[in-house]
């Protein structure tokens, strides 16, 4: 399992910033990986190419044709509203 870099809050955070793309994004719900041990669930973005871009919350993938910028750009607002 990749290991996750944000709190569960920063998580939710996150994926309300996602949510605000969402007239841009495909939504598709998919199994990404198996819980941990613990039953929190972890989430991660990464780039798929250069302009398309999967992210993974809770396990459910958002993925859309917005750029690696702009989904930056959303998190680390995310991540400002969650401190």
Do not use: H, W
């Given at each position: 399992s990749?290991?996750?870099?944000?709190?569960?809050r920063?998580l939710?955070?996150?994926?309300k910033a996602i949510?605000n793309?969402?007239d841009?994004i495909?939504y598709?719900?998919?199994?990404?990986?198996?819980?941990?041990?613990?039953?929190?669930k972890?989430g991660?973005y990464?780039?798929?190419?250069?302009?398309?871009?999967?992210v993974?919350?809770?396990g459910q993938?958002?993925?859309?044709?917005f750029?690696?910028?702009?989904?930056?750009?959303a998190?680390?607002?995310?991540?400002?509203e969650?401190?």
């Open positions: 990749p290991s996750c870099p944000f709190s569960f920063q939710e955070r996150i994926r949510e793309l969402r841009r495909v598709e719900e998919i199994n990404v990986y198996e819980e941990p041990e613990d039953g929190e972890m991660f990464g780039l798929l190419s250069r302009n398309f871009v999967p993974f919350i809770d993938q958002y993925t859309g044709d750029t690696e910028k702009e989904l930056d750009e998190v680390k607002k995310a991540l400002q969650s401190k």
